[in-house]
């Protein structure tokens, strides 16, 4: 099951997380009140040119120290500090939630077109592949990830989302099989300035994980979910390609239909499944990918799990469920249901 | 001499009540077991060699063929195979020959691996009602895609692709040879794989002319021998293939002889009437890797770089380091023979001993292309020893692209596996060039059991793919999170980066 919802507005316009958090809410049917997520972007104007990494320490005193250390090693703190919480009767605070903002030392990594991306990726890969009590798991610019095991409205209360303003919400309800109770394992899962929300299972991740992994990538957090945020870092950030033909070679045509295109089409999209066939996901799912400037939803190729839209003015709206949407703006206009593999795409104009 | 015989491999015997004297056996069996003698039928068993042609023919199921039927003093170091190697040898002082794939017990990797099925969290697919996707491409596939996007959503393609053969199923006809098997043999594969939308290897015989309408369907293939290579040979191909190694017989070249070189044999292999043909152990224009892929650049120039070209290796304990090596030559493919491969003819000690199973082979060698991010760069073919559809989803899990089938296809046209293809004898018509057994194997008719074959294991195949929730062919290739092993050891676990069942 599992309930997700994104909205962007265009002009870059913040909401507070309060009408998201009921939105949310309205998918309980979809949940098991083990898992809740939420991120937010455009929510740290004052630190926007640095890296913002959200760290789940499962022991202050032991892990912080160390990943201080490999922080200075790599760059500066530029600040840190606890994520502020509030107790909930239904959350057992099993980790100590921080943030750091952080600027990496580019000549660290001189032979990188983009050096900062690969020095925080590698750092996030390497703490997060060594499992000793500290997870980040949101490591973006002016975005940040907030997750734990409870129901929608009690991990929103818990961080008190409504404190926070951002142009760009994803958030997931989330009913676990792989991880319950496992914050890490609750979504939205984030690399650098991407972040993903799954409804659904991939069956294909064995493939994924593997072609992934050989471009550098390591797959830590026990699901499948991650894998598309990778995915999307590798072919957009690093092969260039837009969200439209990134989400092309992730649930590409059939060859049936393929056969039958024009010949410039069909050379394109039998390049983009050559290419591409490794990264081809399989399962039933819907997901919401976001970067700074844009929000992407779409399913798989026979459309096994539900995804709506909904545009009102300048924001675009992606839910597992209409009802969803109304309540997040109850005027929403032009309710679609995407075709499967369709993409929906929401830019900022600028 | 001492020796004197040896017990029966089998006896015939033939039911007096039954039999009515047709004489179908007699004229059917090329291993001279029948003969009739006035008012009945005599049989020598001695000579029989369980091809089951007899049997099948008989139209009253009067005849009985029993396996081992006197024991040896049982004993588990000293087997009646090894007894009987013995006696072999120091009759006749020669290298023991045989055919078809190992004959040892060895555990059977496939059948210690179990595939996947989805329940409640995702959904099976049925094939029947959603479009299931097996088409394959071989060849190399760009690394990325450079594309360019203009504003208007105009997308244009900058990167240019390699040739690649595109088969509607991940099922091929591996190489075997005009002389190792007959024309008809190889007619019935052609016209199989032309219809399925599959390819088939010629094997290092030449192509015949009567496979020329085929020829879109064949992938010629250059062994150290170089029969029957030329220009003309080349560019009839679909794609060119290298033969390096046969996991039947690794390390070692193949032997065809005299007797099966007819006419027609020896102008299709382009070598003398009655002459041996000999495939030396190594290429003598190739002796290192850079070697090979002067060969493969050769074979690209003389045919204007349109083919693929595949290089053929046996699966060996550095496979691995060899298919990378293969993987930098400008090669499209490799393919990789396992220990259980079959054969015309081999020496019994390199069958039985030398190799290693294909399983573990495309297991180490996926991950280590992966490794060295060059997978893209050629195509894994795995071949011997693929036995059943199942074989082929776990295969293609465990990272090949597409397999080769040798014997499966033989044994759709009637052969029975009785492994003395190097006689020349074969009764089924198929590894024989005596004309009046050829003229037995009906090629229009043989050719759709072959072509059955392919679309049962083809339809089974979409079933499996359906049942774990995959939709795509690619989606399952190297998926080995949906292979479990059962009972198999820690290491070999390892290796094929497979979990155990429970886990």
Sequence with gaps: ?350 | MTIGSIPLRFRVEIDPERCMLCGRCVENCSYGVFRKEGESIRVNSRNCVACHRCLAFCPRDAIDIAEKPTDYRSHPLWTREVREAIFNQAKTGKIILSGMGNAMPYPVIFDRLVLDACQVTNPSIDPLREPMELRTYLGKKPSQLSLKESPNGEVELKTSLSPNLQIETPIMVGHMSYGAISLNAQLSLAKAVSRVGTFMGTGEGGLHEALYPYQKHMIVQVASGRFGVDINYLERGAAIEIKIGQGAKPGIGGHLPGEKVCSDVSRTRMIPEGSDAISPAPHHDIYSIEDLKQLVRGLKEATEWKKPVFVKIAAVHNSAAIAAGIARSSADAVVIDGFRGGTGAAPRVFRDHVGIPIEAAVASVDAKLRQQRIRNEVSIIASGGIRESADVAKVIALGADAVYIGTSALVSMGCRVCGTCYRGLCAWGIATQRPDLVARLNPDEASVQVENLINGWTLELAELMGAAGINSIESLRGNRDRLRSYMLDEELMQVLDVKTVGA
């Design chain 1, 1 to 350: 099951m599992c309930g997700i919802i994104g909205v962007i507005d265009r002009r870059r316009q913040c909401m507070d997380g309060s009408k998201i958090k009921e939105a949310l809410s309205m998918m309980n049917e979809r949940g098991s009140g083990e898992g809740a997520g939420y991120v937010a972007y455009g929510i740290y104007p004052e630190y926007k040119d640095y890296f913002a990494l959200h760290v789940f320490f499962d022991n202050i005193r032991e892990n912080k120290g160390i990943l201080d250390e490999e922080l200075d090693k790599w760059g500066t703190i530029v600040h840190d500090e606890q994520i502020k919480t509030y107790e909930q009767p239904n959350i057992r605070k099993v980790h100590t939630p921080w943030r750091y903002f952080f600027r990496p030392d580019r000549s660290l990594m001189p032979k990188s077109k983009t050096p900062d991306e690969d020095i925080v990726t590698h750092l996030v890969m390497k703490v997060n592949t060594a499992k000793n009590g500290t997870l980040i798991f949101s490591s973006g610019k002016n975005l940040g990830v907030f997750k734990a095991a409870g129901w929608p409205d009690e991990v929103a209360d818990f961080y008190r989302i409504q404190d926070y303003k951002g142009y760009l919400w994803l958030a997931h309800n989330r009913y676990p099989t792989n991880t319950p109770g496992w914050w890490g394992g609750a979504h939205p899962f984030n690399l650098l300035n991407w972040s993903v929300v799954h409804n659904g299972e991939i069956t294909s991740y064995g493939t994924n994980r593997r072609y992934i992994e050989s471009f550098g990538y390591q797959c830590t957090m026990f699901t499948d979910t991650e894998v598309v945020a990778y995915l999307f870092d590798l072919l957009v950030r690093k092969h260039g390609l837009s969200e439209k033909m990134a989400v092309r070679a992730l649930a590409p045509p059939f060859w049936e239909e393929i056969d039958v295109m024009p010949e410039k089409q069909r050379e394109l999209n039998r390049a983009i499944r050559l290419a591409y066939g490794s990264a081809l996901m399989n399962g039933p799912f819907a997901i919401c990918v976001a970067n700074d400037h844009s929000l992407v939803g779409f399913t798989d190729r026979i459309k096994l799990r539900p995804l709506v839209s909904g545009e009102l003015g300048d924001r675009l709206f992606i839910s597992s469920e209409e009802a969803a949407i109304r309540r997040l703006e109850p005027d929403v206009q032009d309710i679609r249901m995407p075709k499967a593999g369709d993409p929906v795409i929401g830019k900022v104009y600028a």
